[in-house]
Protein backbone atom coordinates (compact mmCIF):
# COMPACT_ATOMS: atom_id res chain seq x y z
CA UNK A 1 0.00 0.00 0.00
CA UNK A 2 1.38 3.70 -0.72
CA UNK A 3 2.38 5.83 2.23
CA UNK A 4 0.96 9.47 1.14
CA UNK A 5 3.16 10.48 4.47
CA UNK A 6 6.50 9.05 3.95
CA UNK A 7 8.39 12.28 3.21
CA UNK A 8 11.91 11.27 2.04
CA UNK A 9 13.16 15.26 2.66
CA UNK A 10 16.77 14.53 3.17
CA UNK A 11 17.08 12.43 -0.51
CA UNK A 12 14.84 15.24 -2.04
CA UNK A 13 16.73 17.75 -0.26
CA UNK A 14 20.25 16.00 -1.69
CA UNK A 15 19.14 15.55 -5.18
CA UNK A 16 17.36 19.14 -5.33
CA UNK A 17 20.94 20.65 -4.03
CA UNK A 18 23.36 18.68 -6.30
CA UNK A 19 20.83 19.65 -9.00
CA UNK A 20 21.30 23.02 -8.09
CA UNK A 21 25.11 22.74 -7.62
CA UNK A 22 25.40 21.32 -11.17
CA UNK A 23 22.78 24.15 -12.66
CA UNK A 24 24.86 27.05 -10.83
CA UNK A 25 28.17 25.76 -11.66
CA UNK A 26 27.77 25.13 -15.41
CA UNK A 27 25.07 27.91 -15.94
CA UNK A 28 26.99 30.66 -17.31
CA UNK A 29 28.93 28.52 -20.03
CA UNK A 30 25.41 27.75 -20.79
CA UNK A 31 23.79 31.16 -20.46
CA UNK A 32 26.35 32.26 -23.34
CA UNK A 33 25.58 29.66 -25.70
CA UNK A 34 21.86 30.69 -25.04
CA UNK A 35 22.68 34.56 -26.17
CA UNK A 36 23.70 33.09 -29.49
CA UNK A 37 21.38 32.69 -32.77
CA UNK A 38 20.62 28.79 -32.84
CA UNK A 39 21.94 29.35 -36.73
CA UNK A 40 25.38 30.43 -35.21
CA UNK A 41 25.56 27.32 -33.13
CA UNK A 42 26.01 24.56 -35.93
CA UNK A 43 27.89 22.21 -34.48
CA UNK A 44 29.76 23.95 -31.88
CA UNK A 45 26.67 24.42 -30.41
CA UNK A 46 25.46 20.76 -29.71
CA UNK A 47 28.73 19.62 -28.77
CA UNK A 48 28.26 22.48 -25.68
CA UNK A 49 25.27 21.12 -24.81
CA UNK A 50 26.24 17.58 -24.82
CA UNK A 51 29.39 18.90 -23.09
CA UNK A 52 27.08 19.88 -20.53
CA UNK A 53 24.98 17.14 -20.27
CA UNK A 54 28.06 15.28 -19.54
CA UNK A 55 29.49 17.72 -17.23
CA UNK A 56 26.07 17.25 -15.16
CA UNK A 57 26.59 13.74 -15.23
CA UNK A 58 29.99 14.05 -13.86
CA UNK A 59 28.69 16.10 -11.06
CA UNK A 60 25.75 14.67 -9.91
CA UNK A 61 25.69 13.35 -6.43
CA UNK A 62 24.43 9.72 -6.12
CA UNK A 63 20.68 9.36 -4.69
CA UNK A 64 20.71 6.92 -2.13
CA UNK A 65 21.11 3.35 -3.55
CA UNK A 66 18.30 1.17 -2.53
CA UNK A 67 21.24 -1.72 -1.85
CA UNK A 68 21.58 -0.45 1.92
CA UNK A 69 19.70 -2.22 3.69
CA UNK A 70 16.30 -0.87 4.84
CA UNK A 71 15.29 -0.28 8.87
CA UNK A 72 12.28 1.12 9.83
CA UNK A 73 12.17 2.61 13.30
CA UNK A 74 8.80 3.08 15.26
CA UNK A 75 9.60 6.21 17.26
CA UNK A 76 8.54 9.08 19.33
CA UNK A 77 11.48 8.95 21.92
CA UNK A 78 14.74 10.03 21.90
CA UNK A 79 16.17 6.75 22.10
CA UNK A 80 14.31 6.30 18.67
CA UNK A 81 16.14 9.69 17.52
CA UNK A 82 19.18 8.39 18.64
CA UNK A 83 19.01 5.46 16.93
CA UNK A 84 17.98 6.85 13.94
CA UNK A 85 21.35 8.88 13.96
CA UNK A 86 23.62 5.99 14.73
CA UNK A 87 22.61 4.24 11.56
CA UNK A 88 25.50 5.10 8.28
CA UNK A 89 25.03 2.98 5.81
CA UNK A 90 21.02 1.42 6.39
CA UNK A 91 18.38 3.68 4.89
CA UNK A 92 16.27 4.29 8.06
CA UNK A 93 12.67 5.54 7.95
CA UNK A 94 11.09 6.46 11.23
CA UNK A 95 7.41 6.27 11.57
CA UNK A 96 5.79 9.03 13.73
CA UNK A 97 2.34 8.22 15.53
CA UNK A 98 1.31 11.97 14.40
CA UNK A 99 1.19 13.24 18.52
CA UNK A 100 2.65 16.70 18.33
CA UNK A 101 2.33 19.01 15.95
CA UNK A 102 6.33 19.83 15.87
CA UNK A 103 8.12 16.82 17.05
CA UNK A 104 11.59 16.93 16.83
CA UNK A 105 12.78 15.17 13.75
CA UNK A 106 15.36 12.25 13.23
CA UNK A 107 17.87 11.86 11.01
CA UNK A 108 17.22 10.13 7.84
CA UNK A 109 13.42 10.17 6.26
CA UNK A 110 10.21 10.31 8.46
CA UNK A 111 6.57 9.73 7.78
CA UNK A 112 4.08 10.15 9.93
CA UNK A 113 0.41 8.98 10.95
CA UNK A 114 -0.98 5.46 12.00
CA UNK A 115 -0.53 2.28 10.15
CA UNK A 116 -3.94 0.94 10.26
CA UNK A 117 -3.44 -1.96 12.38
CA UNK A 118 -1.35 -4.70 12.16
CA UNK A 119 -2.69 -5.51 8.54
CA UNK A 120 -1.45 -1.91 7.85
CA UNK A 121 1.84 -2.02 9.19
CA UNK A 122 2.11 -5.83 7.56
CA UNK A 123 1.73 -4.02 4.04
CA UNK A 124 3.80 -1.37 4.95
CA UNK A 125 6.92 -3.43 5.71
CA UNK A 126 5.94 -5.47 2.37
CA UNK A 127 5.62 -2.61 -0.13
CA UNK A 128 8.53 -0.64 1.54
CA UNK A 129 10.87 -3.94 1.54
CA UNK A 130 11.67 -3.07 5.33
CA UNK A 131 14.63 -5.74 6.40
CA UNK A 132 14.40 -5.03 9.62
CA UNK A 133 11.83 -3.12 12.41
CA UNK A 134 13.23 -1.58 15.25
CA UNK A 135 10.50 -0.94 17.67
CA UNK A 136 12.07 2.08 19.87
CA UNK A 137 8.27 3.29 21.29
CA UNK A 138 7.54 4.32 24.52
CA UNK A 139 6.85 1.94 26.95
CA UNK A 140 3.49 2.63 27.77
CA UNK A 141 2.45 2.34 23.77
CA UNK A 142 1.51 -0.85 24.39
CA UNK A 143 -0.87 -1.03 21.30
CA UNK A 144 1.76 -0.02 18.14
CA UNK A 145 4.30 -2.72 20.20
CA UNK A 146 2.14 -5.66 20.28
CA UNK A 147 1.05 -4.73 16.41
CA UNK A 148 4.85 -4.81 15.62
CA UNK A 149 5.63 -7.94 17.03
CA UNK A 150 2.89 -8.87 14.79
CA UNK A 151 3.13 -7.45 11.75
CA UNK A 152 7.09 -8.23 11.85
CA UNK A 153 5.60 -11.87 12.22
CA UNK A 154 3.69 -12.04 9.33
CA UNK A 155 5.82 -10.13 6.86
CA UNK A 156 8.97 -12.43 7.73
CA UNK A 157 11.04 -9.66 9.02
CA UNK A 158 13.20 -9.68 11.80
CA UNK A 159 12.08 -6.81 15.12
CA UNK A 160 14.73 -5.34 17.53
CA UNK A 161 13.00 -4.06 20.40
CA UNK A 162 14.78 -1.13 22.15
CA UNK A 163 13.48 -0.96 25.89
CA UNK A 164 15.38 1.48 28.15
CA UNK A 165 14.85 -0.32 31.91
CA UNK A 166 12.17 1.23 34.57
CA UNK A 167 13.06 2.76 37.38
CA UNK A 168 14.45 1.27 40.38
CA UNK A 169 12.91 2.64 44.31
CA UNK A 170 16.24 4.51 45.85
CA UNK A 171 15.96 4.46 49.46
CA UNK A 172 14.17 7.39 50.98
CA UNK A 173 11.90 6.75 48.14
CA UNK A 174 8.05 6.44 49.29
CA UNK A 175 6.35 4.95 45.73
CA UNK A 176 2.74 4.03 45.66
CA UNK A 177 2.30 1.65 42.77
CA UNK A 178 -0.56 1.35 40.73
CA UNK A 179 -0.84 -0.32 37.88
CA UNK A 180 -3.11 2.40 35.54
CA UNK A 181 -3.82 6.12 35.24
CA UNK A 182 -7.66 5.13 36.56
CA UNK A 183 -6.11 3.32 39.65
CA UNK A 184 -3.68 6.86 40.46
CA UNK A 185 -6.71 8.64 40.53
CA UNK A 186 -8.68 6.58 42.60
CA UNK A 187 -5.98 6.51 44.87
CA UNK A 188 -5.82 10.63 44.85
CA UNK A 189 -9.25 10.82 45.05
CA UNK A 190 -9.78 8.54 48.60
CA UNK A 191 -8.03 11.25 49.91
CA UNK A 192 -9.79 13.95 48.91
CA UNK A 193 -10.34 16.74 50.56
CA UNK A 194 -8.90 17.93 48.96
CA UNK A 195 -5.89 20.33 49.66
CA UNK A 196 -3.60 18.04 47.72
CA UNK A 197 -1.12 20.17 45.13
CA UNK A 198 -0.09 17.24 42.54
CA UNK A 199 2.41 17.51 40.08
CA UNK A 200 1.27 15.31 37.13
CA UNK A 201 4.09 14.53 34.84
CA UNK A 202 2.41 11.80 32.59
CA UNK A 203 2.00 13.81 29.33
CA UNK A 204 -0.86 15.52 27.36
CA UNK A 205 -3.01 12.41 26.75
CA UNK A 206 -3.13 11.41 30.92
CA UNK A 207 -4.49 14.15 32.02
CA UNK A 208 -8.12 13.31 31.65
CA UNK A 209 -8.02 10.37 33.86
CA UNK A 210 -7.78 13.36 36.74
CA UNK A 211 -10.60 15.14 35.06
CA UNK A 212 -12.75 14.61 38.70
CA UNK A 213 -10.44 14.29 41.09
CA UNK A 214 -10.40 17.60 43.73
CA UNK A 215 -7.28 18.11 43.91
CA UNK A 216 -4.86 21.25 42.50
CA UNK A 217 -2.89 19.79 39.65
CA UNK A 218 0.22 21.28 37.73
CA UNK A 219 0.08 18.97 34.85
CA UNK A 220 3.33 19.45 32.32
CA UNK A 221 3.12 18.72 28.93
CA UNK A 222 4.68 19.42 25.40
CA UNK A 223 1.77 20.59 23.98
CA UNK A 224 -1.49 22.28 25.77
CA UNK A 225 -3.80 19.32 27.01
CA UNK A 226 -7.65 19.35 26.03
CA UNK A 227 -11.05 18.52 27.66
CA UNK A 228 -11.75 16.46 30.25
CA UNK A 229 -9.35 18.20 32.39
CA UNK A 230 -9.26 19.07 36.13
CA UNK A 231 -10.94 21.98 37.16
CA UNK A 232 -7.63 23.47 39.54
CA UNK A 233 -5.57 22.81 36.50
CA UNK A 234 -2.05 24.51 36.00
CA UNK A 235 -0.31 23.51 32.44
CA UNK A 236 3.08 23.65 32.32
CA UNK A 237 4.16 23.56 28.38
CA UNK A 238 8.05 21.69 28.08
CA UNK A 239 10.05 18.95 26.91
CA UNK A 240 12.25 17.40 28.31
CA UNK A 241 14.93 15.66 29.37
CA UNK A 242 14.98 18.25 32.85
CA UNK A 243 17.47 19.45 34.81
CA UNK A 244 17.66 18.41 38.85
CA UNK A 245 17.48 22.21 39.54
CA UNK A 246 14.61 23.04 37.37
CA UNK A 247 13.05 20.30 38.98
CA UNK A 248 13.35 21.19 42.66
CA UNK A 249 12.65 24.75 41.72
CA UNK A 250 9.31 23.25 40.03
CA UNK A 251 8.11 21.45 43.58
CA UNK A 252 9.16 24.20 45.91
CA UNK A 253 7.36 27.63 43.84
CA UNK A 254 4.57 25.16 43.40
CA UNK A 255 4.37 23.50 46.73
CA UNK A 256 3.89 20.16 45.12
CA UNK A 257 3.17 17.80 47.95
CA UNK A 258 2.66 14.42 45.67
CA UNK A 259 4.38 13.51 42.10
CA UNK A 260 2.70 11.44 39.85
CA UNK A 261 4.62 9.66 37.11
CA UNK A 262 4.93 7.12 34.63
CA UNK A 263 7.33 4.46 35.24
CA UNK A 264 8.92 5.41 31.81
CA UNK A 265 12.71 5.26 32.42
CA UNK A 266 15.78 7.22 31.40
CA UNK A 267 16.45 10.84 33.17
CA UNK A 268 15.24 10.71 36.64
CA UNK A 269 15.39 14.08 37.90
CA UNK A 270 11.94 14.76 38.82
CA UNK A 271 12.35 11.53 41.11
CA UNK A 272 15.34 12.51 42.70
CA UNK A 273 14.16 15.86 43.72
CA UNK A 274 10.87 13.96 45.46
CA UNK A 275 13.32 11.80 47.20
CA UNK A 276 15.36 15.29 48.43
CA UNK A 277 11.87 16.46 49.45
CA UNK A 278 10.52 13.15 51.16
CA UNK A 279 7.70 13.68 48.45
CA UNK A 280 5.47 10.55 48.17
CA UNK A 281 5.59 9.80 44.44
CA UNK A 282 2.77 7.61 42.26
CA UNK A 283 4.59 5.34 40.04
CA UNK A 284 2.08 3.93 37.16
CA UNK A 285 3.92 0.53 36.17
CA UNK A 286 4.18 -0.29 32.77
CA UNK A 287 1.77 -1.89 30.77
CA UNK A 288 2.88 -5.92 29.91
CA UNK A 289 5.16 -6.36 27.10
CA UNK A 290 5.59 -9.45 25.39
CA UNK A 291 9.27 -10.90 25.40
CA UNK A 292 10.98 -11.05 22.22
CA UNK A 293 14.25 -12.42 20.71
CA UNK A 294 15.71 -9.06 20.34
CA UNK A 295 15.14 -6.60 23.14
CA UNK A 296 17.93 -4.28 24.01
CA UNK A 297 17.96 -1.58 27.01
CA UNK A 298 20.30 1.08 25.25
CA UNK A 299 20.48 2.64 22.07
CA UNK A 300 24.23 1.24 21.31
CA UNK A 301 23.22 -2.64 22.02
CA UNK A 302 20.06 -1.46 19.45
CA UNK A 303 23.11 -0.50 16.51
CA UNK A 304 25.09 -3.27 17.89
CA UNK A 305 21.92 -5.27 17.54
CA UNK A 306 20.78 -4.10 13.97
CA UNK A 307 24.15 -4.72 12.75
CA UNK A 308 24.33 -8.28 14.02
CA UNK A 309 21.06 -9.05 12.30
CA UNK A 310 22.43 -8.06 8.64
CA UNK A 311 26.05 -10.33 9.52
CA UNK A 312 24.02 -12.96 10.76
CA UNK A 313 22.14 -15.36 7.69
CA UNK A 314 18.55 -15.21 7.01
CA UNK A 315 18.29 -18.60 9.66
CA UNK A 316 19.94 -16.53 12.03
CA UNK A 317 17.20 -13.96 12.76
P1 LIG B 1 -0.35 3.34 21.24
O1 LIG B 1 -1.52 3.51 22.13
O2 LIG B 1 0.49 2.14 21.43
O3 LIG B 1 -0.77 3.38 19.72
C1 LIG B 1 -2.05 3.76 19.26
C2 LIG B 1 -2.01 3.82 17.75
O4 LIG B 1 -1.21 4.94 17.33
C3 LIG B 1 -1.35 2.62 17.11
O5 LIG B 1 -2.25 1.54 16.98
C4 LIG B 1 -0.89 3.20 15.78
O6 LIG B 1 -1.98 3.35 14.89
C5 LIG B 1 -0.48 4.61 16.17
N1 LIG B 1 0.95 4.70 16.49
C6 LIG B 1 1.54 4.67 17.70
N2 LIG B 1 2.86 4.86 17.59
C7 LIG B 1 3.11 4.98 16.26
C8 LIG B 1 4.29 5.20 15.51
N3 LIG B 1 5.49 5.35 16.11
N4 LIG B 1 4.17 5.30 14.17
C9 LIG B 1 2.96 5.17 13.56
N5 LIG B 1 1.81 4.96 14.23
C10 LIG B 1 1.89 4.88 15.56
O7 LIG B 1 0.58 4.63 21.36
P2 LIG B 1 0.46 5.94 22.27
O8 LIG B 1 0.62 5.56 23.68
O9 LIG B 1 -0.73 6.73 21.84
O10 LIG B 1 1.77 6.70 21.82
C11 LIG B 1 1.85 7.29 20.54
C12 LIG B 1 3.30 7.61 20.24
O11 LIG B 1 3.78 8.51 21.21
C13 LIG B 1 4.21 6.40 20.26
O12 LIG B 1 4.93 6.40 19.06
C14 LIG B 1 5.10 6.59 21.45
O13 LIG B 1 6.44 6.20 21.20
C15 LIG B 1 5.00 8.07 21.75
N6 LIG B 1 4.99 8.35 23.18
C16 LIG B 1 4.05 7.77 23.97
C17 LIG B 1 4.06 8.02 25.33
C18 LIG B 1 3.05 7.39 26.24
O14 LIG B 1 3.12 7.65 27.46
N7 LIG B 1 2.15 6.56 25.76
C19 LIG B 1 5.02 8.89 25.88
C20 LIG B 1 5.97 9.46 25.03
C21 LIG B 1 5.94 9.20 23.68
P3 LIG B 1 -2.31 2.24 13.79
O15 LIG B 1 -2.91 1.10 14.54
O16 LIG B 1 -3.25 2.95 12.88
O17 LIG B 1 -1.03 1.87 13.13
New binding site residues.
Partial sequence: MPDPATNHQHAEAAEHAATEQALTKHGSADNATAERPLTERGNAGRSAVIDRLNALAADWSPIPSDSRPRVLI????SG?RALAGSLPGFAVIT?????TSSPLLPAGDV????????E??TGYLRAHRIDALVD???P????????AAQAASRAGVPLVVLRRPGWVEQPGDAWHHVRDLEEAAALLDGRRGSTARVFLT??R??IAAFADVDAWFLARSVEPPEPPMPHRLEVVLDRGPFTLEGERRLLDEHRIDVLIS?D?GGPDAKLVAARERGLPVVMVDRPPAAATAHTVASVAEAVEQVHRLFRAGPNDR
Fill in positions: LGGTASLAGRRIGGFGGVGLATHFAATISANTGQGKS
